[in-house]
């Protein structure tokens, strides 16, 4: 019992602090796009499948993380609280999968190595106590007892060996009651350090928002295959002979990874991780014959299926990014600036790590980024000096650079030099990052402990170690129970984040839409209002959205009177507000103005192609066009699949497409664009039906022409509607 102990108070520890999460709601942070507005995610039937590992949903190709939320579907159907319960049962199982791998890597470091410079302490530290005689190295002394004060051969020794007597008046050392203190595996100072640092992963603020938040799935599930290539590398480690890996777990680890990546593309730099594990704590290089550059190439090549596997991902992850201009371009951030970005997230989620409160679900990056201030030049030259130091000294604590490394390699995917979306930094980027850090505070808690019974360190101040471990844990789980509490609706989460970051209007947005939604319609009024009255008088396209969200609240109350004043208002403050001209034509046709609401629809049809209104404020005021109006809901609905074609976001570009459809059946131009997104996500079945539906409508019509002829000799087939092209179409 003794020996599950540690990974068993990991386990509860975890599950009980975030528990209280399960109270959470879907949020309008994501939430609303992935599950309420998306069906296609929604069960476990090859119709699912397909989706799951052909979308791009967001920008993310992450199929086996929609596979666990196509499961949730199945059991919890739209019941947040099973989602949210998945979520937690996967962190707390993480918790105990990094207390093992902690558990194994602390026994490797604390291991006799083979050279003084390779020690945890430096080879000037703590000197490593001699193995038990007849014992293996790592072994728990406990259970290989010596005699003491004898002279001759003992008992466990072999032939020719003899056990010193001890100095006259010296003390014989006190066997410790803890079972298994030695330094292998199987010792409790090394099983409770690991204990500790798998609490400080799990229980630290920083995880809520990967936990509490359904859409963050995608970290929990990508942690799991993580840490199962840890332990499944480790094993073959264990299980290899000769400096070589064992071949099976070698693939088993190879197969976990590729289903982390499966599951969200950040785990790309483990490979790298791997490697720094083999020269500390594992010493693999030590093991292995030939000079160190030859060793140091060989223990790389043997990586290469790893490196292959984040190739692919990290090729198919940009080329969706681009595709869908997700990406920043290299006009809006240059390369200086990329790298101040990456010094300021390095240093960012150190210090979130050390000092974790407040956290805000964004942390708005606010242009322009300027490298050679003291915002981007203080982070920076922390860094840099921090790199210098664990590189200096790497042979008397090589345990630093190893975990320096791994840190920086496993956040490199999200910082500055790949740069996407509106925010500077997340805390859910630290889920993979932070097990670094975390296992080299539990290592400093095991060499205290060990220290104490050596006695390289007072008793007193190994227990005062342990107590502080004991409140710092006590602390974290705090601030990580208040932090939940910020996540369990929309509204909370929003006040929250316009409290941490009074400068950004993100919070101020999605707060007031959050109020709408839940319709408190005077408390939104009034936050709109407020939010108007700070904008200067010059920012007008500012000025306009504002006032449009103002018009949205008097529609939901039924005035559309001043909903229309307040349309007609923001579309003078700015013409090009599309969603302003939308609602405008919705607030006309509710007062029986019918000729007036259609030409409000044909001027926002414009609009809507271009590139300045959100694409989900879009597509809920065209949802509410009634469909007594087909014309103007069908084109509309038309105007935003162009739109979303044109940023390659093919799968609601086809779903529009298909609303339109519904209500404008004959519109060839659009079934020949629903042809093109069927083709473009390689569905050539259905591409030939659309582009042939559009040819049965308007044969002979160019586009439609070729691109069924490329279909067609795709498939092998020759429909008669190609009959109606002429020679030179396709």
């Excluded at 791998?101 to 083979?114: C, D, H, K, S």
């Excluded at 009177?561 to 700015?574: H, I, N, P, Q, S």
């Excluded at 001027?603 to 959100?614: D, F």
């Excluded at 067609?712 to 020679?727: M, R």
Aim: aromatic share 8%.
């Amino acid at each position: 019992m003794a020996r599950w102990l540690p990974g068993l108070l990991v386990t509860a520890v975890t599950l009980l602090a975030f528990l209280p999460s399960l109270q959470g709601e879907f949020l309008n942070w994501d939430d609303d796009e992935n599950f309420l507005f998306n069906p296609h995610y929604r069960g476990l039937g090859w119709t699912q499948i397909r989706w799951m590992f052909t979308a791009t949903h967001s920008g993310l190709y992450i199929p086996v993380t929609w596979l666990t939320l196509g499961l949730d579907s199945v059991l919890w159907g739209m019941d947040p609280r099973g989602y949210h319960l998945t979520s937690v049962l996967l962190h707390a199982i993480n918790a105990l999968l990094f207390y093992r791998v902690a558990r194994r890597l602390l026994a490797a470091g604390f291991a006799t190595p083979p050279h003084p410079a390779l020690s945890p302490a430096g080879g000037e530290g703590i000197p490593a106590p001699p193995p038990p005689v007849g014992g293996r190295e790592g072994s728990d002394p406990a259970s290989s007892p010596r005699r003491v004060g004898t002279a001759g051969p003992s008992p466990r020794a072999g032939a020719g060996t003899a056990t010193p007597s001890p100095p006259r008046g010296a003390r014989t050392p006190t066997p410790s009651p803890l079972r298994g203190e030695g330094r292998g595996e199987g010792s409790g100072t090394i099983a409770w350090a690991a204990g500790v640092a798998a609490l400080i992963f799990s229980v630290h603020p920083l995880r809520v928002e990967s936990v509490a938040w359904v859409t963050e799935r995608r970290d929990v599930v990508v942690g799991l295959f993580v840490l199962l290539t840890l332990a499944a590398y480790l094993r073959a480690w264990r299980e290899g002979a000769a400096g070589r890996l064992h071949r099976g777990w070698y693939w088993i680890a190879v197969s976990c990874f590729a289903l982390a990546l499966l599951s969200k593309s950040i785990a790309v730099g483990l490979p790298v991780v791997l490697l720094a594990l083999d020269l500390f704590p594992l010493r693999r290089a030590a093991a292995r014959p030939g000079a160190p550059a030859q060793r140091l190439l060989g223990l790389a090549a043997e990586k290469l299926p790893f490196l292959a596997l984040a190739a692919g991902i990290s090729a198919v992850t940009l080329g969706i990014l681009m595709n869908e201009r997700l990406l920043a371009s290299r006009e809006s951030l240059d390369l200086g600036q990329r790298l101040a970005l990456t010094g300021y997230g390095l240093a960012f989620y150190l210090w979130k790590s050390l000092v974790p409160w407040p956290l805000s679900p964004i942390y708005t990056l606010f242009h322009p980024v300027l490298p050679w201030s003291a915002r981007y030049l203080i982070p920076a030259g922390a860094v840099t000096l921090l790199t210098v130091a664990v590189i200096l000294a790497r042979r008397r604590w090589p345990a630093g650079l190893v975990a320096w490394v791994s840190y920086v390699a496993l956040l490199m995917p999200v910082l500055g030099l790949f740069h996407s979306g509106p925010q500077i930094a997340a805390d859910r980027y630290t889920y993979l990052a932070s097990l670094p850090l975390a296992l080299l505070l539990g290592s400093g808690v095991a060499w205290c402990w060990q220290a104490g019974r050596a006695g390289a360190l007072s008793p007193a101040l190994a227990r005062a170690v342990g107590a502080a471990a004991a409140a710092l844990l006590i602390g974290l789980i705090a601030l990580t129970t208040r932090q939940i509490a910020v996540w369990q609706d929309s509204v909370t989460l929003w006040r929250h984040a316009a409290w941490v970051e009074p400068a950004s209007d993100i919070p101020v947005f999605y707060l007031g839409w959050a109020l709408v939604e839940k319709r408190r319609l005077p408390e939104a009024r009034e936050h709109w209002s407020r939010s108007l009255d700070r904008v200067p008088p010059d920012l007008r396209a500012l000025r306009a959205r504002f006032v449009t969200e103002i018009g949205v609240v008097e529609q939901r109350a039924g005035d559309h009177a001043e909903a229309a004043r307040r349309f007609r208002e923001a579309l003078a403050l700015d013409p090009a507000q599309a969603v302003a001209a939308i609602r405008l034509g919705l607030a006309l046709s509710a007062q029986g103005a019918g000729a007036e609401a259609e030409r409000a629809f044909a001027a926002a049809l414009p609009l809507v192609i271009g590139p300045r209104p959100p694409i989900w404020e879009l597509r809920a005021a065209i949802a509410e066009v009634p469909v007594t109006q087909p014309e103007a809901r069908g084109r509309l609905a038309f105007a935003l699949a162009l739109r979303l074609q044109q940023r390659g976001a093919l799968e609601e570009a086809g779903a529009q497409y298909r609303a339109g459809l519904s209500l404008l059946p004959r519109h060839a131009e659009a079934w020949n664009n629903l042809g093109v997104t069927y083709a473009l996500r390689r569905r050539p079945d259905e591409a030939l039906e659309a582009f042939l539906q559009a040819l049965r409508i308007q044969p002979g019509y160019p586009e439609a022409c070729q691109n069924a002829r490329l279909a067609a000799q795709a498939l092998g087939v020759t429909p008669a509607e190609i009959e109606s092209c002429s020679p030179g179409h396709g």
